[in-house]
């Protein structure tokens, strides 16, 4: 089946330094991939949604410079957190597919800035 | 996409069958409903998806009441990694393609 790969798994940083997290898919080409964010105890918030080689489009509160999503082929997206800070603590997912669901999701990875 | 209403816990004896409802009396003729699972510091897993009839796979089954504003997600012999919380989304088969998650049922199986 299909398969995500979402690296890293863990990241700490300080605060104030950027962090990237890759999502790629392994077997299958995907040209539409999302990112989402999860706090402790809450359900998935979608971030963005990014299609292979156009830029991405992010939903409402979510800061464009501050979230920087690059999409650049059709089986690796990454999200950079640019200047990170305390509340930007998360998990966050990314998931991948062809246009109509079922997507396939990645592991997440754990954010704690520091 | 319609809204979902979901319980927010469920508890499940091991062995037994795990029944999650799913309420989306809003949803219109072309809307699937998809259901998901999320262990503990996972990303969500895909169990099955459908439109109308009833579907089963390897996972679990999915019956959806024939107006459609409700289903119910059947795992069959619940074990203790069946654990986890299941969310039922409803989603357009056209246009947007992201899938927006509510609060989902935390199902915990019981020994």
């Known amino acids: 089946g299909a398969v995500v790969s979402q690296h890293p798994s863990r990241v700490i940083c300080k605060s104030g330094t950027s962090v990237k997290i890759e999502c790629r898919s392994l077997?299958?080409?995907?040209?539409?991939m999302f990112w989402y964010r999860q706090f402790p105890k809450q359900s998935l918030m979608l971030m963005a949604t990014?299609?292979?080689?156009?830029?991405?489009?992010?939903e409402q509160g979510v800061e464009k410079d501050k979230f920087l999503i690059n999409h650049a082929s059709l089986t690796l997206s990454t999200l950079t957190v640019t200047s990170a800070h305390p509340e930007d603590s998360s998990f966050y997912i990314c998931?991948?597919?062809?246009?109509?669901?079922?997507?396939?999701f990645g592991s997440g990875t754990r954010l704690t800035v520091v | 996409d319609a809204k979902t209403t979901q319980p927010p816990s469920m508890d499940c004896a091991e062995g037994r069958a795990a029944n999650l409802p799913c309420n989306h009396s809003?949803?219109?003729?072309?809307?699937?409903v998809y259901w998901y699972r999320q262990i503990h510091s996972q990303g969500p897993q895909y169990i099955i998806h459908?439109?109308?009839n009833n579907e089963t796979n390897e996972m679990a089954s999915l019956i959806i009441t024939e107006d459609r504003k409700s289903s119910t997600l059947i795992l069959p012999h619940a074990t203790l990694r069946d654990t986890a919380v299941y969310y039922c989304?409803?989603?357009?088969?056209?246009?947007?393609?992201?899938?927006?998650f509510g609060k989902g049922t935390k199902l915990s199986v019981i020994p």
């Open positions: 998931s991948a597919g062809n246009r109509e669901p079922p997507y396939t």
């Open positions: 077997d299958f080409q995907a040209t539409t």
């Open positions: 990014s299609n292979e080689g156009s830029k991405a489009t992010y």
């Open positions: 809003t949803i219109s003729g072309n809307e699937y």
């Open positions: 459908g439109l109308k």
């Open positions: 989304i409803v989603r357009s088969g056209a246009g947007s393609y992201q899938l927006t």
